[in-house]
């Protein structure tokens, strides 16, 4: 996997994927940024909901259970010094669909964690992540 990343001015990045996608990343104000985009930390945190978001919809689709949303909203903390990794992420899934199974949904979840996100995991080397999920009715 390649990315390319941009300086554009003062605090401000385009950040490339190799499929060709872009974002801007800048910092806030008080950083020298004019808050134009996302932190780059903020989208490393994006990227893990997404990556875990993902799997639990995959999985689910593939077991055929009627899924037809996802929302997975995040809490995290960061530790007060230098480096400023997470220390602490919560992850609180939001599963739509007809007649979900809880068992079936946090076996989704589950697996997405122990197994296949590969961002949440490396996550973990430096946070304790913990998840929780409601179920709604489509």
């Not at 077991?63 to 809490?75: K, L, Y």
């Not at 979840?109 to 929780?132: F, N, P, Q, V, W």
Request: aromatic share 6%; hydrophobic share 40%.
């Amino acid at each position: 996997m390649k990315a390319r990343i941009k300086w554009i001015e003062n605090v401000s990045f385009a950040g490339e994927s190799e499929s060709g996608h872009a974002i801007v990343m800048d910092g806030a104000p008080e950083g020298g940024g004019r808050n134009l985009g996302p932190r780059p930390m903020e989208t490393v945190l994006i990227g893990t909901g997404g990556c875990t978001a993902y799997d639990v919809v995959h999985i689910l689709r593939k077991a055929r259970a009627p899924v037809t949303d996802c929302v997975v909203e995040i809490d995290a903390a960061r530790a007060p010094e230098d480096p400023k990794v997470f220390t602490r992420i919560h992850f609180h899934f939001i599963v739509t669909g007809k007649a979900l199974k809880a068992p079936q949904v946090e076996r989704a979840i589950h697996l997405s964690a122990e197994k296949y996100c590969s961002a949440s995991i490396m996550l973990g080397k430096t946070a304790a992540i913990t998840h929780d999920f409601e179920l709604r009715e489509a």
